[in-house]
């Protein structure tokens, strides 16, 4: 490994009963390079990190650049250099579990921003020579988010839509739709991505429990939409809304739908025109098949009740710590606080309306799939179990889905309900808990 050590002088108050004294201390910072065998030597090494700096998208698997790499280099974490400017570095890294005494050695783009961020924050850090077409050329393996082609990027997107050649695409008829909570649509009228459409979740869902709507008025609507099961369907919005249809239009018997990976910021990001026109898609005669065709997607209270009976299903309450111990809970339409007996907590984010815990810093990409395995892990959750997520109404844990079933899991459902169903409906609402558990994710549904 080649450094390049840097004397950096720093100015310290330190401060004691006497006068302030200012002492004059010398910090040494390693920067330097490094090879494919000292990456591969590095990986053993329980102190170094392998940082991908490259897109969230090329991280999970997509070649953007054409140069035949789907992927990273196993063990990687990702920390896009573009994301520095979304929030705050001490925490993105804290997040990938870097911590001070780490040395970090980046591959990817722009690695010299991402190399003098990191020297600023005070760790060792060196540079892969050649990064992934080097790793590549050495003819070593790569990892990927397993289902990446269900979270596309931006630019995936821009192509589709002008007509050239992308791969992961068979030629069938196309619907964009920006998803929110607006019957007039008025954030679609603001600006959206060229072709889109609006699509109002109320019309998928109702109150007062905010469960799905019978299974002939989704097909109605998606016949109204102008989708049927063969269409190819593009969704992005607010990430939940936008999930909480997909999972909905999935349920129905929708074949293939893909989340917009960063949605109308990264659209935006790019540089890429936006529209304001409101147009309304042609209807369709025929969804093309009865609804549901995958009715084991969704679960309703007495699925619910089952799997918490059994050794391999579980219940992941997608709900903020504050939600799950019952300090609040969470919506002005919910009175009742707690969180589902037996229920697992998945972490989720600050309050029911954000999900920081499963984003990227921005708040619109998908958090790096291996944080989202790490924080698993770290939780309990087994993921061969049948996983059933909730949380207050279905939009957290629809977009948890959609992130899990990326990430290849099999056995995965939401439970429709969630916690409003749960705790206002007479055989279920004494079966809560409140306060903080003795060993979390271990309490056990009674009878």
Same mark, same amino acid.
Not at 124 to 145: H, P, Q, T
Not at 206 to 218: A, F, Q, S, T
Not at 289 to 318: F, H, M, R, W, Y
Not at 343 to 365: C, I, N, T, V
């Given at each position: ?40 030597? &590095? ?39 573009? &994301? ?6 001490? +925490? ?45 050329? =050495? ?6 988010? +397993?289902?990446?082609?269900?979270? %596309?990027? %931006? ?18 008829? %196309? ?36 469960n799905r709507v019978d299974d002939n008025k989704i097909k109605a609507e998606l016949e109204k939409e102008g989708i049927t099961t063969d269409t190819l369907v593009l969704i992005y919005g607010d990430p939940m809304a936008a999930a909480r249809f997909g999972i909905i239009a999935k349920y129905a018997g929708v074949d293939d739908i893909r989340i917009i990976n960063g949605g109308?910021?990264? *659209?935006?990001? &790019? ?23 995958? $009715? ?39 009175? $009742? ?33 291996? =944080? ?24 957290? &844990? ?11 899991? =099999? ?7 969630? *916690? ?12 809560v808990l409140k306060g903080e558990p003795k060993v979390l994710n271990e309490e056990n549904f009674i009878n």
């Amino acid at each position: 490994m080649k450094k390049l050590l840097v004397i950096v002088t720093l100015a310290i108050g330190l401060i004691g009963c006497s006068n302030g004294v200012v002492e004059q201390k010398e910090q040494v910072i390693k920067v330097g390079s490094i090879g494919v065998n000292g990456v591969q030597r &590095a990986k053993k090494d329980k102190n170094i990190v392998i940082m991908d700096t490259r897109s969230y998208d090329e991280y999970n698997g997509w070649d953007l650049d054409g140069n035949g790499i789907n992927g990273h280099i196993p063990g990687a974490v990702n920390y896009p250099t573009s &994301a520095i400017k979304d929030g705050n570095v001490e +925490k993105a890294l804290e997040r990938k579990g870097i911590v001070a005494g780490n040395e970090i050695i980046i591959y990817g783009k722009n690695t010299e921003t991402m190399k003098d961020t990191l020297i600023e924050k005070g760790y060792i850090v060196s540079i892969f020579d050649g990064g992934v077409e080097k790793w590549a050329e =050495e003819l070593l393996s790569f990892e990927k988010l +397993k289902r990446y082609e269900t979270i %596309v990027p %931006v630019s995936w997107v821009k192509d589709l839509l002008e007509g050239k050649k992308v791969i992961h695409y068979d030629g069938r008829s %196309v619907k964009v739709f920006n998803v929110g909570w607006s019957e007039k649509g008025k954030p679609h009228m603001k600006e959206h991505i060229p072709g889109s459409y609006w699509m109002h979740t109320g019309w998928v869902e109702e109150g007062p429990l905010w469960n799905r709507v019978d299974d002939n008025k989704i097909k109605a609507e998606l016949e109204k939409e102008g989708i049927t099961t063969d269409t190819l369907v593009l969704i992005y919005g607010d990430p939940m809304a936008a999930a909480r249809f997909g999972i909905i239009a999935k349920y129905a018997g929708v074949d293939d739908i893909r989340i917009i990976n960063g949605g109308l910021k990264a *659209w935006k990001d &790019a540089g890429y025109p936006i529209e304001t026109e409101m147009k309304i898609p042609e209807p369709v005669k025929e969804f093309g098949a009865t609804v549901p065709q995958n $009715p084991e997607l969704i679960v309703d209270l007495p699925k619910a009740v089952e799997l918490l009976k059994t050794e391999d299903g579980d219940l992941i309450s997608i709900r903020s710590w504050k939600e799950y111990l019952g300090k609040v809970s969470g919506y002005d339409y919910i009175k $009742p606080r707690g969180r589902i007996m037996g229920s697992k907590w998945g972490m989720a984010g600050s309050d029911p309306w954000h999900l920081e815990d499963y984003r990227g810093m921005d708040q619109f990409h998908m958090r790096p799939y291996t =944080e989202i395995q790490k924080m698993w892990k770290d939780l309990k959750i087994n993921s061969e179990n049948h996983l059933a997520f909730y949380c207050g109404t279905g939009w957290r &844990a629809s977009e948890v889905w959609f992130y899990a079933q990326a990430m290849g899991l =099999e056995r995965i459902s939401i439970y429709d309900g969630g *916690w409003k169903e749960w705790s206002e409906t007479k055989e279920t609402k004494k079966k809560v808990l409140k306060g903080e558990p003795k060993v979390l994710n271990e309490e056990n549904f009674i009878n």
